[in-house]
């Protein structure tokens, strides 16, 4: 791509709002950890002096995210008074030091809140980079030269499974057909499996009309949460099984709630019902077991799938090198926004293991639409085995969009990475002054946030 | 122990400070990738019905200790209205339940600021439960059974490596012999080694005359900072080893400065100067990675240290497990405090890996001697090859400062878990409206904080 004009690109503000949904008033979103998630982010503005904006953000799930938000403030300083054009340009030195602050990484590093605010400020310089080139996101990546691309992630830790050099020939590996694949995106978009039949809080006739209502959307993979309590987990599974009928495919989703024997056992049990991929057996954290799981239920068919909760690309790189991660479920909001997600999307094709974006939070459907789409463009160049995760929540308040027909998820047109809210949300939904927290706190449908909890 | 009396126990206030030290003016504790710490804390204060208090607290590094104090108070409603004597009879629930709060859980979960802020509070309660107990610390987990001892720890995550009742069993095989070796505690106290003599930012005249001085004091280990220019650190630890002759020990600490191969190849050309370890070659998430280096040096004699930055006990299994750590580092304020703490050592004790406790930030010697020192009486029953890093930094600001004689630490006497500051340090150095740092301001040595930086 040309060089930017630096004119203009000043970035002379970076707002942040606190903005949460009360998605728990109908358990959406409830598993076996997260019992009753407020669908939640942490909102980022960055504005340059010649009014072109960015727009990020990093999802939560309720109470804490002011501690995203104060996070986020702290970082400013990485942001103001720089020149856009100048991030862009060099890409991976400017991750290096926000990401790498010498305070600040003591409270880190590179994972948990810290990184959560980092990728939010990220992604609002993601979509300012696409907006200005008039793009949207997953064709300002498909677009880049290998190098350009390579150049805006930070390598180090990860170079004993790739290095830079590597990662610019798997891309050079797939230019050919790069365009028939862009043309074949735009006509057929991108498989997508639904979640919505299956959260831990649904009656089960919830789930029998969820599972007819997708099934006649054009779904083929349904996904459901277990791992409170084995019988009804077993109901509950075989009741999908039987409404979505043995030529569509199941996936179960435990969310962290075993030790790892207590999750070969339980799965096992379940193995009868054919999932697919048991997702988050046990902690984010345990590479060795998840390995361990993997190799126990790889004989019954069935693979395991993690990645929501997964720190950093030394995590990931660790979880692909040792077989504990046979689905890669990257997320847009958690690790250092795309420079890092892109160096998991490359160790992943290096070391041939299926990437299955982790969505359905505020805004990450949005994002990892663009992630994928890119992928089969230009790297991995095959949709064979992979999904992106689908939730039918909260879309209504962007602008733009993701847009599900026929169970596939469609092309984004429109330039940036999709997480602009409209002015109504904030207007409602910003924490704890929108219209909608008031009327709810007036009616006593959620307590006022305790004044200990209020950043200002 | 007899059942605690619950009277008056009821936990009634939660403070929390945000106190700096100007460490950064003097280099102070400079390495690799922290090049200008200003060693702070965030403090917590607890208080029940009757008077009783627990003092607590997490180190950091400066800046972002404003988040650390956001995130306590987040967490106060765990604690507040509680009777203290409930949650020490049942502190495995307590400590599940703040660690793992169903919204909050994802901006961490267990790792991180949430991670750094639990441990201040459980900190605060140990220490309050100590001086309840009218009793140092380490005499409060010496002096109990391993039932009750074990009935403080979540197990879930690791009962792959250890479950409760063999917890038990390892404590109870070294129940015999454990008056002894309180006595042997008590007369002789512990060996310590120094970190002091080659901070990063030092001059070579300063360190000479540092590596004398602490020869003199009858130190035995001397710990050196490395990583960044090759040239440099062959001269620096030449110098140093130069210095304290063939007979003492060297380690090195590269503080994470570099990937996988790199350690490799760095360390190998360091091998002449015979190093008993290197400290945090790599990525302190790299669990793989230590697992390689580990294997690589293994045939120059030098062992991996690691576990400041080790975010949890699933992530000190794993190092355990893969043979990535020949020197546990345990810190006692990054995670979940003694709880969590105690899971380590019967895990690094059922593995066979010499615990040597990470220190030297605010407070950490403090309380890590309480640790080992439980540890030597109550189940290794060893100091073999084990000893408590210390430096003579910011121990004046205690009540009862850690004190350390010809190389050894001596046996804590006063109750409580020793990391009460003096009045007079809070009014000097709470940040950002304490005295000194009011002059320092004032006198152009520091900037102010930026308004986005305050909590309130």
Redesign the interface.
Known sequence: MPALNRDGLKIIQLDVKDVRFPTSLGSHGSDA??????YSCAYVTITTENGKQGFGLT??????T???V??I??L??FVLGKNAADIFTDFASFWRAIT?????????????????AVAAILNALWDLWARIENKPLWRLLVDMEPEELVSTID??????VVTKTEAVQLLKAKKSGKNERVKYLNDNGYPAYTTQVGWMGYSDELVKTLCHKYLNLGFTHFKVKVGVNFEDDYRRCSAVRNHIGNDKVLMIDAN?AW????AIEWVKKLAPLKPLWIEEP????????HA?ISKALRPYGIGVATGE?C??R??F??FL??GGMQYCQIDSARIGSVNEILSVYIMAEKLKVKVCPHAGGIGLCEMVQHLQFWDYASLSGTMEGRLIEYVDQQHEHFVDPCIVENARYLAPKIPGYSTEFLPGTLEKYAYPNGSEWQRMFKEGIFPPP?E?????
């Open positions: 950890l997260h019992t009753d998630p407020n999802f939560t799930c309720g109470r804490g002011e501690i995203i104060l996070t403030r702290a400013k300083r790498n602050d010498s305070q600040m990484r003591w409270i880190g590093p590179e994972k948990g809140v810290i990184h959560l390598f180090r830790y990860i170079t004993d962290q030790s790892v024997n207590e046990t902690s984010p954290d345990d590479v060795l077991g361990t909760m720190a950093n030394v995590m790189k660790q090198q040792s305790d200990a909890e209020l950043v200002n």
